[in-house]
């Protein structure tokens, strides 16, 4: 089985590093544009099932490529983005003294920290372990499936599958429409690439 996870492409709030969280942001040009050359990487390959965020972003950027290869996205909540709390929509340079301090020690350890108001890692890792599962008991080993998503989901992802610590996933890097590919064989979950963009050269 073969799960190739994307992250959804660039919006407005992306370019201003705006946290945005569960803050339902479109697209903006770049991300169109974007969503547009990932279709076209893909124009050649048979996929069974994309699975979509519930986040208007997502659905954006899944739009042409579903499209493109007549699947129906399926929406899956357990693939929406972390709740960042009361920290959405802020920069880095919009928080005071105390709460940058919080963000930072957040970002070094999210187990210990959660954003106020905001979604535990560990309420995270259960949801995107529960979708993970689920992807096993319903795809055969022969098919393949995108999964347009967030950046937070994908790195959480990457974790849970390589059986890494909670807090690397703050030291993964994963970009605006990039793939992300595992593979599932055996009983383990092998990643075979990771942050790849060459679809938008």
């Given at each position: 089985?073969?799960?190739?996870?994307?992250?959804?492409?660039?919006?407005?709030?992306?370019?201003?590093?705006?946290?945005?969280?569960?803050?339902?942001?479109?697209?903006?040009?770049?991300?169109?544009?974007?969503?547009?050359?990932?279709?076209?990487?893909?124009?050649?390959?048979?996929?069974?099932?994309?699975?979509?965020?519930?986040?208007?972003?997502?659905?954006?950027?899944?739009?042409?490529?579903?499209?493109?290869?007549?699947?129906?996205?399926?929406?899956?909540n357990d693939l929406r983005e972390i709740s960042f709390g009361?920290?959405?929509?802020?920069?880095?340079?919009?928080?005071?003294?105390?709460?940058?301090?919080?963000?930072?020690?957040?970002?070094?350890?999210?187990?210990?920290?959660?954003?106020?108001?905001?979604?535990?890692?560990?309420?995270?890792?259960?949801?995107?372990?529960?979708?993970?599962?689920?992807?096993?008991?319903?795809?055969?080993?022969?098919?393949?499936?995108?999964?347009?998503?967030?950046?937070?989901i994908i790195r959480v992802a990457v974790t849970l599958a390589?059986?890494?610590?909670?807090?690397?996933?703050?030291?993964?890097?994963?970009?605006?429409?990039?793939?992300?590919?595992?593979?599932?064989?055996?009983?383990?979950?092998?990643?075979?690439?990771?942050?790849?963009?060459?679809?938008?050269?």
């Amino acid at each position: 089985m073969k799960l190739i996870w994307v992250r959804h492409g660039e919006t407005l709030w992306n370019n201003q590093y705006r946290l945005q969280g569960l803050s339902d942001v479109k697209l903006n040009e770049k991300g169109l544009w974007q969503a547009e050359k990932l279709a076209d990487a893909f124009n050649q390959q048979s996929l069974s099932h994309i699975f979509v965020s519930p986040l208007c972003r997502a659905q954006m950027f899944a739009a042409p490529l579903a499209a493109r290869l007549g699947v129906q996205p399926q929406i899956c909540n357990d693939l929406r983005e972390i709740s960042f709390g009361h920290w959405e929509g802020l920069r880095y340079a919009d928080m005071d003294a105390a709460t940058q301090k919080l963000y930072l020690s957040w970002c070094n350890d999210p187990v210990n920290y959660t954003p106020p108001a905001g979604e535990a890692i560990q309420t995270v890792r259960e949801r995107v372990a529960n979708f993970m599962q689920k992807t096993i008991e319903t795809l055969s080993e022969e098919e393949a499936a995108v999964i347009v998503t967030h950046g937070g989901i994908i790195r959480v992802a990457v974790t849970l599958a390589l059986q890494m610590p909670a807090a690397a996933a703050g030291r993964l890097q994963v970009d605006t429409a990039s793939l992300t590919i595992m593979y599932y064989y055996g009983g383990l979950w092998y990643l075979s690439k990771l942050n790849d963009t060459a679809h938008l050269q």
